[in-house]
Structures are given as C-alpha cells and as structure tokens.
C-alpha cells in the first residue's frame, strides 16, 4: 500500500468538490465524504487544503475528522473486512467469526494486515439482520456465516 | 406540478401498470431489493428473470424492484402478479430457479410450488 | 365504482381451472343474466384461494359463504337460493377440516397475517426508483389536499389528534413538536428528517427509505407547510448507501416533476430538500448532536432547551422527526385522525415497525399496531425459537432499552409499557435471546458499544459507562464480588440523572434490566465462578465424560495445547484444566459427544 495518493489529480478532483460546495452552509462534512472517495483516507495534507478553502480551521477540520469513525487518516487495506457486531449478529455468535478472520490474516481488529492488504474492523450494525451474521469484504456480504466458512471465503481474497 | 388535475394524471397512468389485483393487465414481477435482499444475491435473480424474459420473447411481462418485503430470512425473494391470478411468492431463490420459474410460471402457466413460501414454511 | 349487492368469487386458479371452473363461471353470469341480477351481483375470477383439493371453489360475499366441490349444477342451485333469495346453500358449504395445503402468497402466511401496514404499505410494492409508481398508490396526494384545502393550523391539528408519537425512541407527541416549531419565532426555519438508525438490530428506517422514499419527501414538505419552513434536511447514515441513492433520485425526481422547489401545485408554497450524510456515530442520532453534525462540527449534543424547535440548525426553530414518523403522516392526512387514533392503545396510537431478529425463526421487518404483544409477536408472527429451545429475553430498543424476560411475554407493547419495565420502544429493534445467551454477556456487550460511542462531552457517561464496562468485564471474567453488583447499580442511577444527552441517560438500561430480572446469572458468575449459559469463555470448563468416551483419541489430536491425555484403545481421556486454553476444538471433534462445556 506504498501507493502515494497524494496526486496532482486527486487534487484536482478535490478542488472540483470543493467549488461545488464553496457556498453551501455546512460544507465541511460532504466535502470530507467526498474527500475521502477520492484519496481513500483523509491525510493531514489533504485537510490543510479543505482549510484553505473552506477558510476553516485546520484544528476544527481535525476534530470533525477524528470524531467521526468513518473517516480515516491512515490509508486502508485493499479489503476492507467489515465483521458485523451489531446485536443480532451478536447474539448469532458473529464474536469468535471475528476471532476467526483476526487469525487467518494475523490482524487486531481496527488494523492493516503487515503486508497492507487487509483491514479489519468490527462494524456496526449493517442491518441485514435476517442474514445474521454477517460480514462484508468490500462490496461483497456474506451472510449467515459459521466459523467453518471462514476459511474458505478468505482463500478468495 | 402546477395543478392536481396533473397529479391526478399520472396517477390515472400509473395505476394501470401497477395494478396488482387480479384484473390486471399483463405480468409483474417485482424483486426484493433491499440490502438484505441484494446481499443474499436479488442482483443475479433478477439479472437471470429479465434474460430469461428477454430470451423467451414473453410480452406483457414487467420485471422491476422494489424496497423490503419484510421477510429478510427468506431472501432472495420476487413476488408475481399474473393476471388473473392472484399473488404468488417466491421465496430463497438462485438465479436457476429464477430461470425456472419464467419457464413454469410465465411461460407456461404453472406455479412452481415447490418454490412458494408456502412450500418453503414446510 | 359500481355498487353491487353481491360479489361472486370464482376461483380461476390452476387446480380450480383444471376442475371445471371456468365452466362454472359461464354458467353463473348466463343465469345472472337470466334473473336480470347482472347489475347487482357482480361475479369475479379470482387466483388460487390456497384449497385445491376443495376446489371448485366459490364464495359469495358480503356473507362470506364459502362453497366447496361445487360442479355446474350447483351453480343453479346457488343462484336461485343464495343470491336471489338470500338462503346460505349449507350442504354445499366447506366442511371444516382447514388444511391449506398450498400456501403461495405471503399474505397467507403467520408472519404476515397479525400485521397492519402504514409506514410500510409501500415496501415491497412499488420500485422505489419511479415516482409514477409512488403516484398510482396515492403518493403526493396528501400534500396536494393540505396545500389547496387546509390552514398550516389545520395540519397541525390533524397530526395532534390523531395522537401520533415519534417513532425514534423517546415517543414525543408529533403534532405538539410541529405546534411548537410553528410558534417559534424565526425569519428562517429548517425540517429535518433523522435517518440516523444507530441502534444495533433496527433497520426499519433504511427499510423506508430504500423501499419508499416518497413518502419521507411528501411528508417533510407537508410539514415544511405546517411549521413555516422552505428547506428540508435528511440526515442519513453512511452505512447505508442504497437508501442514500434511492433517496436521491426521489428527490431529483420530485423536483422535475414540480414536487419539490418553487410554487408547488402553483399555490406559491417554495420547499426544498437536501440530504447530509453521517459519518459512523452513533451520538449523532440524538437530535441536538444531529444538528451539530448538520451544521459540519463534531456530533456533540448540545444542552436543552433550547429545544432545536427554538434553536436548531443554524439557531433556528427546526423540526425534527424520525423516519418511520414521517412515514405516518400522508396517511394521517388521507385517512383522518380519526383512523390513526382507532388503531393502537390508549395512549400510543397506530401502529409500529420492528425489526426481529437474533434466536427468532422468522427473522424480518414487521408492522404491527401497538398493543400486540409481545407473545404474538415472538410465537405467532416470529414463528418461535429455532431448534425447541427455550426463550429466555427479548431486547427492545437498542442500546438504550433493557431485555425483557419471559414473565412478561403478555405486555401489550406500547411506549409507557416498555419503560414500566425498563426498556423502551427505541426505534423498534426486537432480539430475541434463548437458553444459550448469557445476559451478563449482553450487558458488557451493550456497555462496550456505549464506551465506544461517548462522544465524551459529558463526564457521567465517558468516565462512568467506562467503569461499568470494567466492573461487567471483570465479573464476565469470575474475578467479579457481590459488592460489585451493587457499585454497578449505584454508578447506573448517577450515570441516567447527570448525562447530558439521551445517550448516556439510557446508556445504563441494559444493565439495570438484567441485573433486575436475571440478577441470579449475575450471582452465579459472582458467587459460583459459573456462566450458566456457557457463554463466558473464562468460566467454561470442558470435559470429557468418562461412560461415554470410546477411547479413540481424536480430541486430543485436535487440541492446540496438548491438555487432553490419554491411551488410545485403553485408557479414558481427561483434559487438563489449568492447561486448556478453552478454545472448544475438541468439543465438535469428538465423534460420541461425549466432551461436554459448562
């Protein structure tokens, strides 16, 4: 994951969103969406040019972006593996599925995999509650899972 | 919108097509496609219903989507409004009964039972 | 619509049709015809009435009589008996032994039978991609009789009456809200819709707004009129991009079409919708926090009042309603306060979305009206708990509700219920839990996801829920006493009276509800060093029992750490206690099931 996302052309994207959002009361936080679809994270670097813009404070910028769980500073995996702890899923035994998936990849729940190519995050309820449980690699969902599945979905990754 | 005569309209319009008592017209299917629904596989169910659709050569046949039908274990799921007949659900289905249901059912004329929620609360 | 006296049902689908039916048919309108009824009775084919075997089938309302078996001649004898004389044909009626032997349609179903759809009417019909759609089922109807026919008073009076409370959790009369943003003064004021479905297990909003969107725009313009308001915010989760997108087109289609912008239906009424997006937190579903995000800050709740009807988005009056509220109100305007206020129980009116889920058969999103309860919910729409095994609590309302046991099955569900017994409504997430959850468990599960969510504002519920979680922690791990069990409940009382927000208020409910009806699983960790429920990996014990151990040695090859000891063929095998690692590999391996947990 040494990709540098830092490129003049997500900037230029940026600057694109932030012009549309310029005038609307309240951009700071489509703008952050929007900021981290295109760098995949929200590095400091890319807040310090929100600020400018925005004529926001870079420490306000930050508070917003470390309050919310969704945005991120360090860049992500390749996959994102979301295990689903929301109640349904709990009370499911979705606990030693994210055990599971924590020792095949080798990696604490909330971190990237050594080599970069995954992140595993125990999520909050997704609501597909009727599949419980679940867990989503990027776009894909797997839902009533047992821990003997676990295997044979990451082989695919 | 400028008036409710408009309103009233479209409404006229629409109500044809999605009329889902039996003296409708023509066939509609509509498919759960809600996120329980597109993550337990709506998406190649109703790939599958509008190629076979396509395929066949049915007319009069709409294959649409619609929001949660409620019943989240038993996705994927479509529910069929023929005319003349009345409601049929299909519940827990893979695009190659979704194939066969256009065959059976549409084509046909012939319920797959053994797909129908009734046959699947069994 | 024609009026007719009577309306024949004649059963056309497959098995009746193979029967003779369509014969029958003809026959009835010929002798329809001949009594010159055509213009009174009105004979209709219908699809499979669900009873083959019984078929042909025909029943005639308005009596309901349901005639089984019936050949061509009886049709004479149903004409000239039934419909011209008013005689009920007995000996041609269904003989009671209901077996219905083919169920096809969801409607016929126990999971839907005891439900009554408002909120959710559309789910599930329409494409919530087409507004024509959204239309033809009488979409966009009620904003056009309240902008040409009512006062903005009048519309607040329709939602007073009809008795509608929020739907999100705290059960706030909807129509006082309205009263209240509509009186406060302002140059500016904002509607805003929460689509912030926080809770764990509940996703009726997102079932709303992915299945139905319309109806949210429809209803925050209706109320744009009612309070004074021009602008419309939806705030949704991000976690759910589907609705996001369904949403958006609604209102990229309702502006197109003129439901949205200037000079709606040209009685110059101006309304506008924008959707803001959340960011994964969860503190952010309480109303001033909400605001706060809004307005791009960090979703801290603010101290009220001001209520966000005085001083919301912006310090302006801004009214705020839940999803599933919204989602009432057309109706409430099409069908009359009258209607609304007859569904439900005194004092909570129509009627609920839940979401089932967890130990539960038929896990899914129903609608009921309020005061069902909760037996009819858990046996007779949720069908019961898998596996014959036997139900222990249901949670209601999140991590702010509380898990009720089963002595109180039979409470009719409604708001004051709920909270008489320490849960609340919530926005109507339901887990059912059996035998094999363990409550104390649940608790530290709820208390971690409160921790995790403290936005930290306040110090009752950063520093307090933090050492409830550690006391929880510590008994789930047999190093718990008696005395804290009762520092646990002290901490409770202090966290619910000095929070700041709804968060930290409700936060301890979860664990005062199971300390108060399962206080002996709390004992029994506490005092026994036991999970009775098996639960709890640091009190687990395994081992093997010796009458049924066949010797075979298969658990000790499984086990990672060595602990099982044993001669294959001659001697028992025994696990080592203090070694085992309780990671359960052995239990599934042993072919005889003779290692057992506990």
């Given at each position: 994951m040494a990709k540098n996302v830092l490129t003049e052309e997500n900037f230029q994207k940026l600057q694109k969103v932030i012009d549309e959002n310029k005038g609307k009361r309240g951009a700071l936080m489509p703008v952050l969406h929007e900021g981290q679809k295109i760098f995949g994270c929200l590095p400091i670097e890319v807040q310090k040019k929100i600020s400018e813009e925005l004529k926001i404070s870079l420490s306000e910028i930050y508070g917003v972006v470390t309050f919310y769980s969704q945005f991120s500073i360090e860049p992500k995996g390749e996959y994102v593996i979301g295990v689903c702890l929301g109640t349904a899923c709990y009370v499911k035994n979705a606990q030693p599925i994210l055990d599971k998936i924590s020792e095949i990849i080798d990696t604490k729940p909330g971190e990237n995999s050594a080599d970069g190519k995954f992140t595993l995050v125990a999520t909050?309820?997704?609501?597909a509650c009727g599949l419980a449980p679940v867990i989503t690699v990027n776009e894909d969902v797997y839902g009533r899972l047992k821990v003997d599945d676990i295997p044979g979905i990451m082989e695919k990754y | 919108m400028k008036s409710i005569a408009e309103l009233q309209k479209i409404r006229k319009e629409a109500l044809e097509k999605v009329n889902l008592r039996s003296d409708r017209k023509g066939t509609r299917i509509v498919v759960g496609m809600a996120t329980c629904g597109i993550s337990a596989g709506a998406r190649p169910v109703m790939m599958a219903l509008i190629e076979e659709v396509k395929k066949r050569n049915v007319e009069h046949v709409v294959v649409t989507q619609t929001g949660c039908i409620g019943a989240c274990r038993l996705e994927p799921m479509i529910e069929v409004y023929k005319e003349g007949e009345e409601k049929v659900t299909y519940v827990d289905l893979t695009a190659e009964k979704a194939r066969k249901i256009i065959v059976d059912h549409i084509v046909n004329g012939k319920v797959v039972d053994e797909y129908t929620i009734g046959a699947y609360e069994k | 619509m024609d009026l007719f006296r009577s309306h024949v049902l004649v059963c056309a689908g497959t098995g009746c049709v193979s029967s003779d039916s369509a014969k029958i048919l003809d026959r009835f309108e010929e002798l329809l015809e001949k009594h010159e009824l055509e213009k009174e009775v009105k004979v209709i084919k219908t699809g499979c009435f669900g009873l083959c075997e019984a078929g042909p089938i025909v029943i005639v309302y308005p009596e309901g009589a349901f005639y089984s078996h019936i050949s061509v001649d009886d049709v004479d004898k149903i004409t000239e008996e039934h419909l011209l004389k008013g005689r009920i044909v007995k000996d041609l009626l269904y003989k009671e032994s209901v077996e219905e032997d083919k169920i096809r349609s969801i409607d016929e179903v126990g999971f839907y039978k005891k439900q009554q759809r408002v909120a959710l009417r559309n789910c599930g019909l329409i494409n919530p991609e087409v507004i024509e759609e959204y239309i033809a089922f009488d979409g966009y109807q009620a904003l056009a009789s309240v902008l040409t026919e009512m006062t903005p008073q009048e519309v607040i009076d329709i939602v007073k009456k009809s008795g509608l409370r929020g739907r999100g959790g705290g059960g706030f009369p909807t129509g006082l809200k309205w009263e209240f943003t509509a009186k406060a003064e302002g140059d500016q004021k904002y509607v805003a819709c929460n689509a912030d479905e926080g809770d764990p297990g509940a996703f009726m909003d997102r079932s709303v707004l992915e299945g139905d969107p319309h109806v949210i725009i429809e209803s925050m313009a209706i109320a744009g009129y009612a309070v004074g308001a021009d602008k419309g915010y939806v705030y949704i989760r991000a976690e759910y991009p589907i609705a996001v997108k369904r949403l958006q087109i609604a209102i990229d289609q309702a502006k197109e079409e003129g439901l949205l912008g200037k000079d709606i239906f040209g009685t110059g009424f101006n309304f506008d919708l924008e959707i803001r997006l959340g960011a994964g937190a969860f503190v952010c579903g309480e109303e001033t926090a909400l605001i706060n995000s809004i307005e791009g800050k960090r979703g801290m709740p603010r101290p009220r009042p001001p209520f966000p009807a005085q001083k919301g988005i912006w310090d302006k009056p801004t009214l705020l309603n839940n999803v599933e509220t919204y989602a009432n109100i057309p109706q409430i305007i099409l069908k009359g306060a009258e209607w609304f206020a007859g569904i439900g129980t005194e004092k909570s009116k129509g009627t609920k979305v839940f979401a089932l889920g967890g130990k539960i058969n038929n896990t899914g999103l129903l609608e009921i009206p309020m005061g069902t309860t909760l037996r009819e919910v858990i046996y007779e729409i949720g069908g019961g708990i898998p596996e014959g095994k036997a139900f222990k609590a249901v949670q209601t309302g999140g991590p702010s509700g509380g898990c009720i046991p089963a002595e109180h099955i039979d409470t009719p569900i409604d708001y004051d219920n709920l909270i008489k017994l320490g849960s609340m409504m919530g926005s109507g997430g339901m887990i059912v839990m059996d035998e094999d959850n363990c409550m104390v468990d649940i608790a530290r599960f709820f208390l971690d996801f409160t921790v995790e969510e403290s936005c930290g504002k306040c110090t009752p519920c950063r520093e307090g829920t933090k050492r409830m979680l550690d006391i929880l922690e510590a008994i789930t791990e047999?190093?718990?006493?008696?005395k804290d069990l009762e520092s646990l409940e002290t901490l409770a009382k202090t966290i619910k009276a000095a929070s700041l927000c709804g968060l930290g208020q409700t936060a301890p409910n979860p664990v005062l509800s199971t300390l108060k009806y399962f206080r002996h699983e709390y004992e029994a960790h506490v005092n026994d060093k036991k999970c009775p429920a098996g639960v709890c990996q640091a009190l687990l014990e395994y081992k093997v029992i010796p009458e049924l151990c066949k010797k075979c040695g298969i658990c000790a090859k499984k086990c990672p750490v060595d602990c099982i000891s044993g001669e294959k063929g001659k001697e028992v095998y025994v696990i080592d206690t203090d070694t085992c690692i309780k990671c359960g590999a052995c239990l599934p391996a042993c072919p005889f099931k003779a290692i057992i947990k506990g």
């Open positions: 909050r309820c997704i609501g | - | 047999g190093k718990g006493t008696l």
